[in-house]
Nanobody, 116 residues
Framework: QVQLVESGGGLVQTGGSLNISCAAS????????MGWYRQAPGKQRDLVAS???????NYEDSVKGRFTISRDNAKNTVYLQMNSLKSEDTAVYYC??????????WGKGILVTVSS
């Protein structure tokens, strides 16, 4: 089992920045990839950014150039730095870990609200 705990969400004005983090614990050695997803009201949960195998990163088109995913292996933590935030970035952000066995683990999610 892998446990994921997100932190750092909140309210920010349009154009502002926010950094959210996800701390992993448990069977960390099984984790193959980690990333961030988000789900806006009435919409499906979509990938925002992720680490693919190794240190390669993948970003959803609308956040490229504005969001940066990073990690601290010593702390088993993944971060998402979000800059130039827009109202359409408002969503619940979920941390995801996928294991080498193909299992998906999710955090409880944190709310990011961007106000104009």
């Amino acid at each position: 089992q892998v446990q994921l705990v997100e932190s750092g969400g909140g309210l920010v004005q349009t154009g502002g920045s926010l950094n959210i983090s996800c701390a992993a614990s448990g069977s960390i050695f099984l984790i193959n990839t980690m990333g961030w997803y988000r789900q806006a009201p009435g919409k499906q949960r979509d990938l925002v950014a992720s680490f693919t195998r190794g240190s390669n990163t993948n970003y959803e088109d609308s956040v490229k150039g504005r969001f940066t995913i990073s990690r601290d292996n010593a702390k088993n933590t993944v971060y998402l730095q979000m800059n130039s935030l827009k109202s359409e970035d408002t969503a619940v952000y979920y941390c995801n870990a996928r294991t080498v066995r193909g299992q998906n683990f999710w955090g409880k999610g944190i709310l990011v609200t961007v106000s104009s």
